[in-house]
């Protein structure tokens, strides 16, 4: 299933699949002429025009089957064309499909790009204030171990159970 976003996504590129309707039409017969029911129909009636004429039950087309060879080469005949131009319309949808990838490829990669040069230039921000808080703590004074005092007293200290 082809979702509405890349639908949207490739729009530009609806004219090179063709809108007419004989395009269409050619497309689908050339999907019939690959599939196994055409090939089992086309089997049977082969085997019945040889069976009904090679057993005498018909003789419209008696052996060498002249007009069976002549209805095949008026079917390669119109089948090979059809075939062609689905292949063309295909080939039309994969360039444009491709070219579309492309497109989408060289943007994503501009938009990593982007992001890897603004995720550079936050970590260098990170770094320079990193650098500016140390500086700042290296000039905050700090009191010796000796002067220092716990901030609740000694007398505190020793008056808290010990377990």
Do not use: C
């Not at 069976?68 to 319309?89: D, E, G, H, V």
């Amino acid at each position: 299933m082809v979702s509405e976003h890349h639908v949207k996504a490739h729009a530009e590129h609806a004219g090179a699949f063709g809108s007419g309707g004989f395009g269409a039409f050619a497309e689908a017969i050339a999907r019939f002429f690959g599939t196994p029911r055409y090939l089992a129909a086309q089997t049977a009636l082969v085997a019945l025009w040889i069976a009904a004429n090679g057993w005498a039950l018909l003789h419209f087309d008696p052996y060498p089957f002249i007009l069976l060879n002549l209805a095949f080469s008026l079917q390669a005949a119109y089948a090979a064309p059809l075939i062609l131009l689905a292949q063309t319309r295909q080939a039309a949808r994969d360039k444009a499909f491709s070219e579309a990838d492309s497109r989408h490829r060289e943007q994503l990669t501009q938009q990593q790009l982007q992001l890897l040069l603004e995720n550079t230039r936050l970590t260098e921000e990170v770094h320079r204030l990193t650098a500016e808080v140390h500086a700042l703590v290296e000039r905050i004074p700090l009191p010796s171990a000796a002067s220092w005092a716990p901030p609740w007293g000694t007398d505190e200290a020793s008056s808290v159970p010990r377990r």
